[in-house]
């Protein structure tokens, strides 16, 4: 019995580290944003009806959206925005109109990731330096300069992976939350009444009485349920059981317990709302206070550039995005990489976050839009889900998204208010990301159709040349070719330079599938094509890692002996011409032949031995 339980345990801390550290830092700055600007008028039934608008928003969109319905969609185990899209698609794949119109706009989803990917470091790292300020006011001017301190600390140690510090997650998370219910705690020991704002009748009255105030405060309430994402974004590093055990038996009561706290707090001193986190606090308790919440802060922001390279790595294996350098950090967790060009850009721009909007509250203006419209977009996908690939009833689809998206929506409309006090920053970051994927995608398939037009048959072309063969090198020869029976670029140009074949030669496409995992069992597919020559297609999942001698060793015992020192891989490294005429516009085509000439080598990607590679280029047109 015990054996069945430590992993569950075990688990359940991992999930209370990395999936909530997020969502469990937003009481650093959540109320403080609902009071701050002056739009609620500080009175008791407000107080109340604040908090439990609150309360019911953690219930409604975490517990019962993400937590019991959008955990069930799981892709092959896995979960987040790219699963979900998969999940989708593949369910309207018989309607091609509206599968391109779900892709597209799981995409821009995607992207809008990194604009959330900028903005959450910056605001959690900010929120919680800045109780150095309630200590005392002379540590005001130190306080972006420890920010971007520890903000390029933690993106320096990035290259050494998580896999050592990651252990220590979970238990700071843990004390984390035991403090922040703590300090929630002593406080509405001193005013029980608060816990009135338990009921819905508080938050609906307040709504009554101020609808057009509530509309207005929607874009600071969000803040209590950013993160939120995280949790089915994580579904497959965890599982389901752990992450709505950590939410229901660690999370959320902890989170109620500190915002009842805040609450209480500003019933029996209202000047507390310039900062009623750290004012919780008594003053000897401070320090240790605000190194507590930047741990935890550093911790949300750790898994949320995981999570960045994560994705990224995704879209690169659904051909959204160029390749890049992935390197892995850990022998063991394949899971586990780092991604320098991602690392430092996102670095970057967060700087430029923290510099240009000063503050927290500054920040908060920023933060949301990109939430929100994250969230509207995992229910308009979690519909085509449930309706398309659950099969259920079109009423009962309704009924269990409609609400959501409502709630959603209305969330949305409030943020939007904040676009030109600094909403627009994510949306430029995600409307830039989106630009390169659309750009990349559809590139990548006019480059497709230029290279399949003018490509010549395999098989009748190795028919051609074993009429009078060339000389005949030992070894095997791996020419990768992007379309099945096509000649590859590379053998044309070893045939008309080196004028030699090798004895065994595979021609290997790479297709990567709209599916988490393909295992080693469907991996490979082979073919003979006489003449000790084979088609080898190699399949991969969007999260599967991409190893290409690996995949080939299946080869041996099917006709084909392979031998890693007797194998060499010849590429095609195509360079991209833009021309005005067909295609895309003349600025994109520049783009992605940019993009193209940047990417990195297939060699890399394809983790190819690099004493064993062979690049042969060519000038394509497009």
Same mark, same amino acid.
């Given at each position: 019995?015990?054996?069945?339980?430590?992993?569950?345990?075990?688990?359940?801390?991992?999930?209370?580290?990395?999936?909530?550290?997020?969502?469990?830092?937003?009481?650093?700055?959540?109320?403080?944003?609902?009071?701050?600007?002056?739009?609620?008028?500080?009175?008791?039934?407000?107080?109340?009806?604040?908090?439990?608008?609150?309360?019911?928003?953690?219930?409604?969109?975490?517990?019962?959206?993400?937590?019991?319905?959008?955990?069930?969609?799981?892709?092959?185990?896995?979960?987040?925005?790219?699963?979900?899209?998969?999940?989708?698609?593949?369910?309207?794949?018989?309607?091609?109109?509206?599968?391109?119109?779900?892709?597209?706009?799981?995409?821009?989803?995607?992207?809008?990731?990194?604009?959330?990917?900028?903005?959450?470091?910056?605001?959690?790292?900010?929120?919680?330096?800045?109780?150095?300020?309630?200590?005392?006011?002379?540590?005001?001017?130190?306080?972006?300069?420890?920010?971007?301190?520890?903000?390029?600390?933690?993106?320096?140690?990035?290259?050494?992976?998580?896999?050592?510090?990651?252990?220590?997650?979970?238990?700071?998370?843990?004390?984390?939350?035991?403090?922040?219910?703590?300090?929630?705690?002593?406080?509405?020991?001193?005013?029980?009444?608060?816990?009135?704002?338990?009921?819905?009748?508080?938050?609906?009255?307040?709504?009554?009485?101020?609808?057009?105030?509530?509309?207005?405060?929607?874009?600071?309430?969000?803040?209590?349920?950013?993160?939120?994402?995280?949790?089915?974004?994580?579904?497959?590093?965890?599982?389901?059981?752990?992450?709505?055990?950590?939410?229901?038996?660690?999370?959320?009561?902890?989170?109620?317990?500190?915002?009842?706290?805040?609450?209480?707090?500003?019933?029996?001193?209202?000047?507390?709302?310039?900062?009623?986190?750290?004012?919780?606090?008594?003053?000897?308790?401070?320090?240790?206070?605000?190194?507590?919440?930047?741990?935890?802060?550093?911790?949300?922001?750790?898994?949320?550039?995981?999570?960045?390279?994560?994705?990224?790595?995704?879209?690169?294996?659904?051909?959204?995005?160029?390749?890049?350098?992935?390197?892995?950090?850990?022998?063991?967790?394949?899971?586990?990489?780092?991604?320098?060009?991602?690392?430092?850009?996102?670095?970057?721009?967060?700087?430029?976050?923290?510099?240009?909007?000063?503050?927290?509250?500054?920040?908060?203006?920023?933060?949301?839009?990109?939430?929100?419209?994250?969230?509207?977009?995992?229910?308009?996908?979690?519909?085509?889900?449930?309706?398309?690939?659950?099969?259920?009833?079109?009423?009962?689809?309704?009924?269990?998204?409609?609400?959501?998206?409502?709630?959603?929506?209305?969330?949305?409309?409030?943020?939007?208010?904040?676009?030109?006090?600094?909403?627009?920053?994510?949306?430029?970051?995600?409307?830039?990301?989106? +630009?390169?994927?659309? #750009?990349?995608?559809? %590139?990548?398939?006019?480059?497709? @159709? /230029? *290279?399949? =037009?003018?490509?010549?048959?395999?098989?009748?072309?190795?028919?051609?040349?074993?009429?009078?063969?060339?000389?005949?090198?030992?070894?095997?020869?791996?020419?990768?070719?992007?379309?099945?029976?096509?000649?590859?670029?590379?053998?044309?140009?070893?045939?008309?330079?080196?004028?030699?074949?090798?004895?065994?030669?595979?021609?290997?496409?790479?297709?990567?599938?709209?599916?988490?995992?393909?295992?080693?069992?469907?991996?490979?597919?082979?073919?003979?094509?006489?003449?000790?020559?084979?088609?080898?297609?190699?399949?991969?999942?969007?999260?599967?890692?991409?190893?290409?001698?690996?995949?080939?060793?299946?080869?041996?015992?099917?006709?084909?002996?392979?031998?890693?020192?007797?194998?060499?891989?010849?590429?095609?490294?195509? +360079?991209?011409?833009? #021309?005005?005429?067909? %295609?895309?516009?003349?600025?994109? @085509? /520049? *783009?992605? =032949?940019?993009?193209?000439?940047?990417?990195?080598?297939?060699?890399?990607?394809?983790?190819?031995?690099?004493?064993?590679?062979?690049?042969?280029?060519?000038?394509?047109?497009?």
């Amino acid at each position: 019995m015990s054996s069945k339980k430590s992993p569950l345990l075990a688990l359940t801390l991992g999930a209370v580290g990395v999936v909530y550290g997020d969502i469990g830092t937003s009481v650093l700055y959540a109320v403080k944003e609902v009071f701050g600007p002056g739009h609620v008028p500080f009175t008791t039934d407000n107080v109340y009806g604040i908090l439990s608008i609150i309360f019911w928003t953690l219930t409604v969109i975490v517990s019962i959206k993400y937590v019991v319905l959008v955990l069930r969609a799981d892709n092959n185990g896995e979960g987040g925005l790219i699963a979900m899209l998969a999940l989708a698609s593949n369910a309207v794949k018989d309607k091609p109109r509206l599968r391109r119109m779900l892709l597209v706009v799981g995409i821009f989803g995607t992207s809008l990731f990194y604009g959330d990917g900028v903005i959450t470091p910056a605001i959690s790292v900010l929120s919680a330096v800045e109780g150095l300020e309630v200590v005392s006011p002379a540590f005001t001017r130190g306080v972006i300069p420890i920010t971007l301190v520890i903000l390029f600390g933690l993106f320096a140690l990035q290259k050494h992976g998580t896999a050592g510090i990651g252990k220590f997650f979970g238990p700071i998370t843990l004390v984390w939350f035991a403090t922040i219910a703590l300090l929630g705690i002593s406080q509405i020991v001193n005013n029980p009444v608060i816990l009135k704002a338990l009921s819905p009748y508080y938050a609906l009255m307040f709504m009554w009485v101020n609808p057009g105030t509530t509309f207005i405060i929607l874009g600071a309430v969000v803040l209590c349920v950013t993160g939120a994402e995280a949790l089915y974004a994580d579904l497959g590093h965890f599982g389901k059981r752990p992450i709505r055990l950590a939410w229901f038996s660690i999370v959320m009561p902890c989170l109620v317990l500190n915002y009842f706290g805040q609450g209480a707090l500003l019933l029996s001193n209202p000047a507390a709302v310039k900062n009623p986190f750290y004012m919780m606090a008594p003053e000897w308790l401070l320090l240790p206070l605000v190194g507590l919440a930047t741990m935890a802060t550093v911790i949300a922001s750790q898994a949320l550039i995981t999570g960045a390279f994560s994705v990224t790595k995704q879209a690169i294996q659904m051909g959204y995005l160029p390749r890049l350098n992935i390197q892995h950090t850990s022998v063991r967790d394949t899971g586990q990489i780092y991604m320098p060009f991602v690392n430092w850009c996102l670095f970057g721009t967060i700087v430029l976050a923290v510099v240009m909007f000063r503050s927290s509250s500054n920040l908060a203006a920023a933060y949301g839009i990109a939430v929100c419209t994250d969230m509207l977009i995992t229910t308009i996908l979690t519909f085509f889900v449930v309706r398309y690939s659950w099969k259920y009833p079109l009423s009962l689809c309704i009924a269990a998204t409609g609400v959501f998206f409502v709630v959603d929506f209305a969330f949305f409309a409030s943020n939007l208010m904040k676009l030109f006090a600094g909403g627009w920053f994510p949306l430029l970051i995600g409307g830039a990301v989106f +630009t390169l994927m659309i #750009t990349w995608k559809e %590139g990548r398939h006019i480059l497709t @159709e /230029k *290279l399949r =037009a003018d490509a010549i048959d395999l098989p009748g072309f190795l028919d051609a040349v074993f009429v009078s063969p060339p000389a005949r090198v030992a070894g095997t020869a791996v020419f990768m070719t992007s379309e099945p029976g096509t000649v590859p670029n590379a053998l044309l140009h070893n045939l008309k330079h080196n004028k030699v074949l090798h004895e065994q030669n595979l021609f290997v496409t790479v297709r990567n599938h709209e599916v988490p995992w393909i295992g080693m069992n469907k991996r490979l597919e082979i073919e003979s094509l006489g003449h000790d020559c084979w088609q080898v297609k190699v399949h991969y999942g969007f999260k599967n890692d991409l190893d290409l001698p690996k995949a080939l060793q299946q080869i041996k015992g099917r006709g084909c002996e392979l031998e890693a020192m007797n194998t060499s891989y010849f590429l095609s490294r195509d +360079t991209v011409v833009p #021309t005005i005429g067909s %295609g895309m516009a003349h600025w994109r @085509e /520049k *783009l992605f =032949a940019q993009m193209h000439h940047n990417a990195s080598g297939a060699a890399d990607f394809l983790n190819l031995p690099n004493n064993a590679v062979v690049e042969l280029g060519s000038k394509v047109e497009i």
